[in-house]
């Protein structure tokens, strides 16, 4: 019993070792609540082409609509988290989900979250995340830029947050330009629309979201050829 306790004791100092070796140049900064959320239908489905749309909270509002436009002609799906750029973390969380699944389109809509990390930390995820896309998307990438941000409770102004935002999205543009990724710009949809947003300055009402979701649709349908738009 001695003898497999320690030997117990050595994998774990082992595992303990191999965890911070990997995160040895990352402090991983949690937020107060931390949530993911994975939604993918029609699995076995070969007939359709597959969507995966990557994101926060603001794809948990649009996703709906975009759902409801696009079934007919695509299986939908969604990854959502708290995750951001950044953290390392999220990397696993998305290798997970490509260790089960393949897709023709992959959309990447990330940004609000992460505010603890640097634009530096930010940044120097944005090509690991892109190698890893690419690696499981058949047709194409698409980047989708962040909303701007407002404060709570007046919306005539922005967030202290939004100069970061701002930043993070120069970032992506320049990459996406860089490397021809496929841009959605949901900053200039949102940047004069004070009317879509909710009190907290940061989610958007269904007027909003629906918005959203018609960009998405739009980039799909001439991506796949089909003209769907409702």
Same mark, same amino acid.
């Given at each position: 019993?001695f003898?497999?306790?320690?030997?117990?004791?050595?994998?774990?100092?082992?595992?303990?070792?191999?965890?911070?070796?990997?995160?040895? /140049?990352?402090?991983?900064?949690?937020?107060?609540?931390?949530?993911?959320?994975?939604?993918? &239908?029609?699995?076995?489905? +070969?007939?359709?082409?597959?969507?995966?749309? $990557?994101? /926060?909270?603001?794809?948990?509002?649009?996703?709906?609509?975009?759902?409801?436009?696009?079934?007919?002609?695509?299986?939908?799906?969604?990854?959502?988290?708290?995750?951001?750029?950044?953290?390392?973390?999220?990397?696993?969380?998305?290798?997970?989900?490509?260790?089960?699944?393949?897709?023709?389109? =992959?959309?990447?809509?990330?940004?609000?979250?992460?505010?603890?990390?640097? $634009?530096?930390?930010?940044? %120097?995820?944005?090509?690991?995340?892109?190698?890893?896309?690419?690696?499981?998307?058949?047709?194409?990438? &698409?980047?989708?830029?962040?909303?701007?941000?407002?404060?709570?409770?007046?919306?005539?102004?922005?967030?202290?947050?939004? /100069?970061?935002?701002?930043?993070?999205? %120069?970032?992506v543009?320049?990459f996406?330009?860089?490397?021809?990724?496929?841009? &959605?710009?949901?900053?200039?949809?949102?940047?004069?629309?004070?009317?879509?947003?909710?009190?907290?300055?940061?989610?958007?009402?269904?007027?909003?979201?629906?918005?959203?979701?018609r960009?998405?649709?739009? +980039?799909?349908?001439? $991506?796949?050829? =089909?003209?769907?738009i409702?």
């Amino acid at each position: 019993m001695f003898r497999f306790s320690v030997i117990l004791l050595f994998v774990c100092v082992l595992a303990g070792c191999t965890t911070s070796k990997r995160y040895n /140049d990352v402090t991983i900064v949690n937020e107060t609540i931390e949530w993911t959320h994975s939604w993918m &239908v029609n699995t076995n489905d +070969k007939q359709l082409p597959r969507v995966l749309i $990557i994101g /926060d909270s603001h794809v948990e509002g649009y996703f709906k609509f975009i759902d409801e436009n696009l079934k007919s002609i695509a299986n939908c799906c969604r990854f959502t988290t708290s995750k951001s750029l950044g953290d390392p973390i999220l990397i696993d969380q998305l290798e997970l989900i490509f260790k089960q699944y393949d897709f023709d389109i =992959i959309y990447f809509n990330n940004g609000l979250h992460g505010k603890a990390y640097s $634009i530096k930390e930010y940044g %120097k995820y944005i090509p690991i995340v892109y190698e890893l896309l690419k690696k499981h998307s058949k047709k194409a990438i &698409v980047w989708v830029n962040t909303t701007a941000t407002r404060k709570p409770g007046n919306l005539n102004e922005l967030s202290e947050y939004n /100069d970061q935002v701002l930043e993070r999205n %120069k970032l992506v543009a320049d990459f996406a330009n860089t490397y021809g990724i496929l841009p &959605v710009d949901f900053y200039s949809l949102s940047i004069n629309k004070l009317d879509y947003y909710v009190a907290d300055g940061t989610h958007f009402n269904q007027n909003g979201q629906k918005a959203e979701a018609r960009l998405i649709c739009q +980039k799909v349908s001439q $991506i796949l050829k =089909i003209d769907l738009i409702k």
